[in-house]
């Protein structure tokens, strides 16, 4: 038996309420462009609006306009997504808590992930969303995932409780050694400012 190898996430589909509501929330506030809309295929009395969430992947959303906003937020037991996190700048997630306040949106403040900042809020349907901000930049041509990777071996080995940017660091460095070919034959860290 094979497995069936997935690439990465094609898109995300939500349950919402009336058009303009995600409209508002999604290209208004969050600033996807709202940039595709048909009818929902398998039903005719919704209509499926697809935002561009800026890697190339969907977000999307079938809407119709008999629904109305909940009263209680959307569930978070077994079976039930827990939250969406959205990728942000640093310069952008140090804005956040002040545009999210201009809004008069409630949310957490910033969260210290140790290899992220992270902050959570509603949206207009009571969904949790977060806004997560990577604290490194990983080397040319690998992923973020990668270096969560080699950080996660780091972190295990020196037996700490979660990822910090140590560990990054070092998994980083770890990770151009072994990717990055380079004449010298020994790459061990040097002392040139030893005097010796």
Known sequence: MQKIQVQGVHHITLVGADRQTSIDFWEGLLGMPFVFEQPNLDNPKESHLYFDPGDGRLITIFTNEDRGRPAVSTPQEIGCVHHLALSVSQATFGQIVERLDAHGVSHSGPKDRGFMDSIYFRDPLGFLVELASYRFEPPEGVPHAEVLLEAHKIRVAKGDYNIQPVHLADAIEALTLHRRRSL?????????????
């Open 184 to 196: 010298s034959d020994d790459r061990a860290p040097k002392a040139p400012f030893s005097g010796n």
